[in-house]
C-alpha cells in the first residue's frame, strides 16, 4: 500500500530564503508523485508531479522537486520564499487501483517579511 | 475553461439531517474523485467514479454515505443522517482519465458543519 509522510506540519521562512518542504513515500510499485498547494478556504492546485523520466522536476511559481528512489524521498524546494508562497503544501502518491491519490499530512508553510 | 465547480460552499445542518453535495466536472473528464479533508488533516479518499463503470466505494467511511454520477456529468455525495464527525471539507476533483499520473484538478471544496 501506498503512503506518504511530511516532516513537519509547519515551517516558517523569511522572505527570499530558501523553502524546503521534506517528503517521503512509500510505494509497492514505481511511485508517481505529486505536490499541491492550498491556498486558504481554495482548493488544490498542482505544483508540479513526477511520473516517468527526468528526476528533477520544475513547476510553477519558481517550485521544483526532485525524485530520489534510494531516498524514497519527494522534497520540494524554492530558492527564494516571496510572501505569496504562504500556503498550505500537500505530497501525494498515486494509488494503483483505485487510482486515487494517497496524501500526506500537508506542511504550513509561513512567510516573515 | 471552467474549472471543477461544486455547491454549496458551506453548508450548516443539525445532527441527524441528510445533507447533498454537488460536484460539477470539467467538461470531458470521465474520471471524478470524491475527498474529505478534515480539520488539520490531509484528505481522505471517498469514492471514485470512471465513467459509465461501477464506482469504487472502498474510501466511503460508512453506509451513511453515498454517491451518484450520471454518465460524465454532475456528480452528487448524500450524507444521511449527519454526525458531528462528518464535519469536514468536501473536495471533488476530475481528471481527463482514472490512470495513475493523471493531474487530478480539484474543486473549492464544500465546507460541512455538523451541529
Known amino acids: 500500500a501506498q503512503s506518504v509522510t511530511q516532516l513537519g506540519s509547519h515551517v516558517s521562512v523569511s522572505e527570499g530564503a530558501l ?54 524521498s519527494f522534497h520540494l524546494t524554492k530558492p527564494s520564499a516571496h510572501m505569496s508562497d504562504a500556503a498550505e503544501y500537500f505530497c501525494a502518491v498515486s494509488d494503483t487501483r483505485p487510482q486515487k491519490l494517497v496524501f500526506g499530512q500537508g506542511t504550513r508553510l509561513t512567510i516573515n517579511p | 475553461g471552467a474549472g471543477v465547480s461544486q455547491s454549496p460552499s458551506n453548508k450548516v445542518t443539525e445532527k441527524g439531517k441528510d445533507v447533498e453535495l454537488r460536484c460539477d466536472p470539467i467538461s470531458g473528464h470521465t474520471a471524478l474523485y470524491w475527498y474529505r479533508q478534515r480539520l488539520g488533516q490531509g484528505l481522505e479518499f471517498l469514492i471514485y467514479f470512471q465513467g459509465n463503470s461501477a464506482p469504487d466505494k472502498s474510501g466511503l467511511p460508512s453506509d451513511r454515505f453515498s454517491a451518484e454520477r450520471t454518465g460524465e456529468s454532475v456528480s452528487t455525495l448524500t450524507i444521511q443522517r449527519t454526525q458531528q464527525e462528518d464535519s469536514a471539507v468536501y473536495l471533488c476533483a476530475s481528471s481527463l482519465v482514472a490512470a495513475r499520473g493523471e493531474t487530478q484538478y480539484f474543486g473549492p471544496g464544500t465546507r460541512l458543519l455538523v451541529l
Open chain 1, 19 to 72: 523553502v524546503l518542504l521534506r517528503c517521503n513515500y512509500s510505494s509497492s510499485v514505481p511511485p508517481y508523485l505529486f505536490w499541491y498547494v492550498q491556498y486558504p478556504n481554495q482548493g488544490l492546485q498542482l505544483l508540479l508531479k513526477y511520473t516517468t523520466g527526468a528526476t528533477l522536476v520544475k513547476g510553477i511559481n519558481g517550485f521544483e522537486a526532485e525524485f530520489k528512489k534510494s531516498e524514497t
